[in-house]
């Protein structure tokens, strides 16, 4: 079935750090979202990426697609203590009728 | 955008009882999805529901235990039937995603069968 693997599952780094999380999938993607899910909240959409290598920045977070738009990675550059949370990725593909297919989460700490 | 209300946000409930989760948009929208997602886990599609059709289940998921109604293009109920302690989990609604548009959540149902 359609799945996307997220690793790792959690990062525990110190304030001013980098963090990174990956996503990959075994078929070809329509698209790729990111969301970011505070302890107790609810998923917040961070940004979508549809071209095949398409680079996206928001701030300090960097957004990548994979050439075969296979895999993706969210990198935040010198972390923060309001970037706790869950990062998740979500895949979208062809013919999925929209719906979206989750990654596991990473989830992240960041200590002081 | 769009604004979802979500309700109950919690309940704990006995088991073998049933619970109905209600989502209201704020604007007409032709999918809902209904997600779980166990503590500490990630979101699991349990459905995507059109207005005017039944609702299509993903694997592991059946009608029978989680009926969904779709009445208008503003709103759709969930039901968690039959529950038991393996149904403990938080149940989110979500609008979109378009082929280029962003999912919206709901806040969230924490429910806890005892």
Same mark, same amino acid.
């Given at each position: 079935?359609?799945?996307?693997?997220?690793?790792?599952?959690?990062?525990?780094?110190?304030?001013?750090?980098?963090?990174?999380?990956?996503?990959?999938?075994?078929?070809?993607?329509?698209?790729?979202?990111?969301?970011?899910?505070?302890?107790?909240?609810?998923? %917040?959409?961070?940004?979508?990426?549809?071209?095949?290598?398409?680079?996206?920045?928001?701030?300090?977070?960097?957004?990548?697609?994979?050439?075969?738009?296979?895999? +993706?990675?969210?990198?935040?550059?010198?972390?923060?203590?309001?970037? %706790?949370?869950?990062?998740?990725? =979500?895949?979208?593909? +062809?013919?999925?009728?929209?719906?979206?297919?989750?990654? =596991?989460?990473?989830?992240?700490?960041?200590? !002081? | 955008? =769009? %604004?979802?209300?979500?309700?109950?946000?919690?309940?704990?409930?006995?088991?073998?009882?049933?619970?109905?989760?209600?989502?209201?948009?704020?604007?007409? %929208?032709?999918?809902?999805?209904?997600?779980?997602?166990?503590?500490?886990?990630?979101?699991?599609?349990?459905?995507?529901?059109?207005?005017?059709?039944? =609702?299509?289940?993903?694997?592991?998921?059946?009608?029978?235990?989680? !009926?969904?109604?779709?009445?208008?293009?503003?709103?759709?109920?969930?039901?968690?039937?039959?529950?038991?302690?393996?149904? +403990? +989990?938080?149940?989110?609604?979500?609008?979109?995603?378009?082929?280029?548009?962003?999912?919206?959540?709901?806040?969230?149902?924490?429910?806890?069968?005892?």
């Amino acid at each position: 079935g359609q799945q996307v693997m997220q690793i790792p599952q959690y990062q525990h780094v110190q304030e001013g750090e980098d963090f990174t999380t990956y996503c990959n999938s075994s078929t070809t993607l329509s698209n790729i979202q990111w969301y970011k899910q505070r302890p107790g909240g609810h998923p %917040v959409f961070l940004i979508q990426l549809v071209k095949s290598g398409e680079v996206k920045k928001q701030k300090r977070l960097t957004f990548q697609f994979g050439e075969a738009k296979k895999n +993706s990675s969210l990198h935040i550059t010198a972390t923060q203590t309001t970037d %706790v949370g869950t990062y998740f990725c =979500a895949g979208m593909f +062809s013919g999925g009728y929209n719906k979206l297919i989750f990654g =596991a989460g990473t989830r992240l700490a960041v200590h !002081p | 955008s =769009a %604004v979802i209300s979500q309700k109950p946000s919690r309940d704990i409930c006995q088991r073998g009882t049933s619970l109905t989760i209600q989502c209201q948009v704020d604007s007409q %929208v032709t999918m809902m999805f209904w997600y779980r997602q166990q503590p500490g886990q990630s979101l699991t599609l349990i459905a995507t529901a059109n207005q005017g059709s039944e =609702a299509t289940y993903e694997s592991g998921f059946v009608i029978d235990k989680f !009926p969904i109604s779709r009445p208008n293009l503003t709103f759709s109920t969930l039901t968690v039937s039959n529950m038991s302690p393996e149904d +403990s +989990s938080i149940y989110l609604c979500s609008v979109g995603p378009g082929l280029n548009t962003e999912a919206f959540f709901g806040q969230g149902t924490r429910l806890t069968v005892v």
